[in-house]
């Protein structure tokens, strides 16, 4: 079943580049960008995640934090977010568990490889709720950022 704006966020806890385990409920009081990416060191994928990490202030000014999510290992992750000097979590949804309640996973990705995850965002207000949800089919596109500081402006002004 599709997640819609309204619905409680679901919960996970998955490990994160430096192996420590996160929660989206760990966050609750804070505003939470999940974004759901294919796959690291990819050319799109590191635009979008390098997007984030310098506009960081800008979304924290917001009251928002940034989980980035695929089903690249841990240690891939970990040499991603090296790499491009990310300067938020990025999580393994190896197992793609997290992807399923999402709704955000390929049945078949470029290649024929099954279980890669869409590139999507949402927003998680503070009290849990969705208040955007964007998934593209299209891996080839990026989310609408423009949208999303818009709503966390509009969340942070109510």
Do not use: H, W
Request: glycine fraction near 6%.
């Amino acid at each position: 079943m599709a997640l819609r704006i309204g619905n409680n966020a679901p919960d996970f806890t998955l490990p994160s580049s430096d192996r420590s385990k996160v929660s989206l409920s760990s966050y609750k009081g804070k505003n939470v960008v999940l974004l759901f990416f294919p796959f690291a060191f990819t050319g799109v994928c590191t635009k979008e995640l390098c997007e984030m990490r310098d506009n960081l202030s800008m979304y924290e000014s917001l009251d928002a934090e940034i989980l980035a999510i695929s089903v690249d290992a841990p240690a891939t992750l970990a040499a991603f977010k090296e790499a491009q000097q990310y300067n938020f979590n990025l999580l393994s949804d190896f197992n793609k568990q997290v992807s399923i309640q999402y709704d955000v996973l390929y049945p078949v990705f470029a290649g024929g490889l099954k279980g890669v995850s869409k590139r999507a965002a949402f927003v998680v207000d503070a009290s849990g709720k969705i208040r955007y949800a964007e998934i593209l089919e299209n891996a080839g596109e990026l989310p609408n950022f423009a949208a999303i500081q818009q709503l966390l402006q509009t969340i942070k002004d109510s």
